[in-house]
């Protein structure tokens, strides 16, 4: 099966950048549509960013000027280079790929396994 595995998260100061990354492993053909979550403390978990197959971006309103999403689709990657961090944006960090293709068939709904940013004021 496969995995998506994140890395990038960590404490920064307000004002101050990250950059989070999501990995898919084992042997994938095609990626759908690919995303990033956040659930802050006490929070339901939020949409802040997707971005197509042909690369269409969507940002929540929240993040908008402040965050990038990106894919290599060569690297079966997703990236999301946050900037300017408030202390709002404290959370923990969850890639999604709608649907991808494997050597085994399609799997839908895939998630990351979370990473934690914390942004100090």
């Known amino acids: 099966q496969v995995k998506l595995v994140e890395s990038g998260g960590g404490l920064v100061q307000a004002g101050g950048s990250l950059r989070l990354s999501c990995v898919a492993t084992?042997?994938?053909?095609?990626?759908?549509?690919m995303a990033w979550y956040r659930q802050g403390p006490g929070k339901q978990r939020e949409l802040v960013a997707t971005i197509s197959k042909s690369s269409d971006t969507n940002y929540a309103d929240s993040v908008k000027g402040r965050f990038t999403i990106s894919r290599d689709n060569d690297k079966k990657s997703v990236h999301l280079q946050m900037d300017s961090l408030k202390p709002e944006d404290t959370a923990v960090y969850y890639c999604?790929?709608?649907?991808?293709?494997?050597?085994?068939?399609?799997?839908?709904?895939?998630w990351g396994q979370g990473t934690q940013v914390t942004v100090s004021s």
């Open positions: 999604n790929i709608e649907r991808l293709t494997t050597n085994r068939g399609p799997q839908y709904d895939n």
């Open positions: 084992g042997i994938v053909f095609t990626i759908g549509d």
